[in-house]
DNA sequence: GCCCAGGCCAGTT
DNA sequence: AACTGGCATGGG
């Protein structure tokens, strides 16, 4: 498969305005998190796909100091609306804009957290995935080993998303809900091998094709909210709140945070969900979600789910992506 | 075979 | 309200 050509348009200087530190390397990359082929990670910068309404843009993002520089590529008509929408959804994405001294507070006083908080201390969390597409990774994730979450991601992704070349580098990027809602629930179980989320993600995909972005950040309850889609329950609404709408007190919690916070949190292999819960928002008040990322992310920091790329693997990598197997 | 994965729902107590 | 079985699939 080839990929289609991206052009250098635009580059967006962008200061970090929150106050402390700022770890750009643990922002825009997280050890714990599985290889989607969305983005790249070097030791020195980040490529990334995002979806701009109707553009496909490739981003190129490195830090100097406290200003983040994306270098945007695109292959279509860039306009000024464009160029806005792409500011407002990196400045977010990465929190580039948000206070963390209210958290690094309340944590330096919780021995627990105190190796996180030396190691990681400036990362924010992370998500240039939009509401939508962090709702079907979270829904990728229900009740499967990340082996078969990067499978089926994969499938989706070879289906019906797009591959893009820029800055020599080779992406996929997301497809949009109109993109895949009228794909029938048969196809996304035999074709793409989702088993029984294919009855989902049509839910998933009407739901945030007919509310917008802007429509839910506004709601009062995002979680109550999104629980009206068939397959969203607590912890996919959950990794929507803390992730799309970078709600600090919100955390999905499932069998894998779950067993890393009971050892961390309770000095136990294991532990009743609300057990662990309970723990995490009485040490962390209306910072749970920050704790469980901080805590989460150090226990992947020595063996990564997805490394960092070397510099000379790029050319493997891109062939990789060019020739993937639906 | 059997068990379990970075859950959720519908049907029972 | 709180519990339970079933749901798809693949790997150990």
Redesign the pocket.
């Known amino acids: 498969m080839t990929p289609r050509t991206l052009d250098h348009t635009d580059t967006l200087e962008l200061p970090v305005t929150g106050d402390g530190p700022f770890d750009a390397l643990h922002t825009f990359w997280?050890p714990?998190?599985?290889a989607t082929g969305l983005e790249a990670h070097t030791e020195q910068r980040s490529w990334r796909t995002f979806r701009v309404g109707d553009l496909v843009t490739g981003v190129r993002l490195r830090a100097e100091d406290r200003t983040v520089i994306a270098d945007v590529h695109t292959d279509g008509d860039y306009k000024p609306a464009h160029r806005e929408h792409l500011r407002r959804r990196i400045v977010a994405s990465y929190g580039l804009d948000e206070d963390q001294a209210a958290f690094t507070e309340l944590a330096a006083r919780v021995p627990a957290m105190r190796e996180a908080l030396t190691v990681l201390g400036g990362m924010r969390q992370s998500c240039p995935e939009d509401h939508f597409e962090i709702a079907v990774?979270?829904?990728l994730?229900?009740?499967?080993?990340?082996?078969?979450?990067t499978?089926m991601t994969r499938n989706l992704l070879v289906h019906y998303g797009r591959l893009v070349h820029f800055d020599g580098i080779t992406l996929r990027a997301w497809f949009t809900p109109d993109e895949i809602a009228q794909v029938p629930p048969e196809t996304l179980?035999?074709r793409d091998?989702?088993?029984?989320?294919?009855?989902?993600l049509p839910h998933y995909a009407a739901f945030f094709r007919d509310h917008s972005t802007e429509e839910l950040r506004a709601s009062d309850d995002l979680m109550a909210a999104v629980?009206?889609?068939?397959?969203?329950?607590?912890?996919?609404?959950?990794?929507i709140a803390s992730h799309a709408s970078r709600d600090p007190a919100a955390f999905?919690?499932?069998?894998?945070?779950?067993?890393i916070l009971a050892r961390r949190l309770l000095d136990t292999d294991d532990a009743a969900p609300d057990t662990v819960m309970t723990r995490l928002h009485t040490l962390f008040p209306g910072h749970a979600g920050t704790a469980g990322l901080y805590l989460?992310e150090n226990e992947?920091l020595q063996a990564p789910?997805a490394p960092l790329l070397a510099p000379d693997s790029v050319e493997a990598w891109n062939h990789a992506l060019e020739h993937a197997e639906p």
Request: proline share 2%; charged share 25%; aromatic share 10%.
């Open positions: 997280k714990s998190h599985y990774i979270a829904l994730l229900q009740n499967v080993t990340i082996a078969r979450t499978q179980k035999e091998r989702l088993g029984f989320r294919a009855k989902s629980q009206e889609i068939k397959g969203v329950g607590p912890y996919t609404a959950a990794v999905g919690i499932d069998v894998w945070n779950r067993k989460v992947f789910v």
